[in-house]
T-cell receptor
Framework: SQTIHQWPATLVQPVGSPLSLECTVEGTSNPNLYWYRQAAGRGLQLLFYSVGIGQISSEVPQNLSASRPQDRQFILSSKKLLLSDSGFYLC?????????????FGPGTRLTVT | QKEVEQDPGPLSVPEGAIVSLNCTYSNSAFQYFMWYRQYSRKGPELLMYTYSSGNKEDGRFTAQVDKSSKYISLFIRDSQPSDSATYLCAFSDSNYQLIWGAGTKLIIKP
């Protein structure tokens, strides 16, 4: 069965510090991978998605970046965090093509920028 | 006009009641209609999906799609306290990207 891991679960970082969140998927190959951010009481905002190694599409211009160094690894980074980067970050995977509507989410990382 | 509209609630109902959750959308290109459930501090999980107008039933849950009115609903029968969660509607236009509603917080009172 497929499993998605995401860490850390909780993170408190000062403004201006760097960020690295990691997501790995087990039990599937060549998944579509997604990074979302969810503000308190809000819906999901798609930040990045990837359909293959080294292929990253950005949905929202910001100080965040994403990389996919391996087929089942997706990393979200920032060189300098802003207060507005606080939120609940979720990684998700799906099959390709029309199976993309069925997305499976990791447990999330709650980031507080102070 | 937003592409998807969903009342954020909270919606509070007594245990055993029938719950109705709704979303409206404006994009006629949407072909897949999903409901996700999200418990507090957890990632969302896919609850139901459909790609045609009409009803789809799964246990106590029924998803309803009305493409002509651009309206989808999720009904929960015999609601339980364990159904307390945020319910998000999501839409896809045959792309692998989903368009999400803001989510409705549901509270089932014992």
């Amino acid at each position: 069965s497929q499993t998605i891991h995401q860490w850390p679960a909780t993170l408190v970082q000062p403004v201006g510090s760097p960020l690295s969140l990691e997501c790995t998927v087990e039990g599937t190959s060549n998944p579509n991978l997604y990074w979302y951010r969810q503000a308190a009481g809000r819906g999901l905002q798609l930040l990045f998605y990837s359909v293959g190694i080294g292929q990253i599409s950005s949905e929202v211009p910001q100080n965040l970046s994403a990389s996919r160094p391996q087929d089942r690894q997706f990393i979200l980074s920032s060189k300098k965090l802003l207060l507005s980067d606080s939120g609940f970050y979720l990684c998700a995977w799906s099959g390709g093509g029309l199976a993309g509507y069925e997305q499976y989410f990791g447990p999330g990382t709650r980031l507080t920028v102070t | 006009q937003k592409e998807v509209e969903q009342d954020p609630g909270p919606l509070s109902v007594p245990e055993g009641a029938i719950v109705s959750l709704n979303c409206t959308y404006s994009n006629s290109a949407f072909q897949y209609f999903m409901w996700y459930r999200q418990y507090s501090r957890k990632g969302p999980e896919l609850l139901m999906y459909t790609y045609s107008s009409g009803n789809k039933e799964d246990g106590r849950f029924t998803a309803q799609v009305d493409k002509s009115s651009k309206y989808i609903s999720l009904f929960i029968r015999d609601s339980q306290p364990s159904d307390s969660a945020t319910y998000l509607c999501a839409f896809s236009d045959s792309n692998y990207q989903l368009i999400w509603g803001a989510g409705t917080k549901l509270i089932i009172k014992p």
